[in-house]
């Protein structure tokens, strides 16, 4: 990227042993809405955290590229951003837990 650091790519995969299954995102985002939700979760939970950097607001707009990392856990999503997606190098990779019950609201 011609920038002073390394760049270190974070990748996930969801596998369900049992189904022999990959979920992709169409499994966490089935459709725009639930995007739009993930989004907007997204943004009020960084806006709100006590930082000392600026957030990159573009990487957490509400386009499926932004959230392609992710984790299912019981009960919840955790997306994970890049490096410098949402925040500059110094504050390191950033992510966020999602609840289910959360989207369902």
């Excluded at 979920?23 to 955290?49: H, V």
């Amino acid at each position: 990227l011609g920038g002073a650091h390394p760049v270190h790519l974070i990748t996930a995969r969801n596998y369900n042993w049992f189904q022999k299954l990959i979920y992709d995102i169409t499994f966490a985002i089935p459709d725009q809405e639930k995007l739009d939700k993930i989004a907007k979760i997204s943004l009020d939970y960084f806006n709100n955290m006590q930082k000392d950097w600026e957030l990159f607001t573009e990487g957490l707009e509400p386009k499926i590229e932004n959230y392609q990392t992710f984790n299912i856990i019981p009960g919840a999503f955790i997306f994970y951003f890049q490096e410098a997606q949402i925040a500059p190098y110094s504050a390191g990779p950033q992510q966020i837990q999602i609840y289910w019950e959360q989207l369902k609201q």
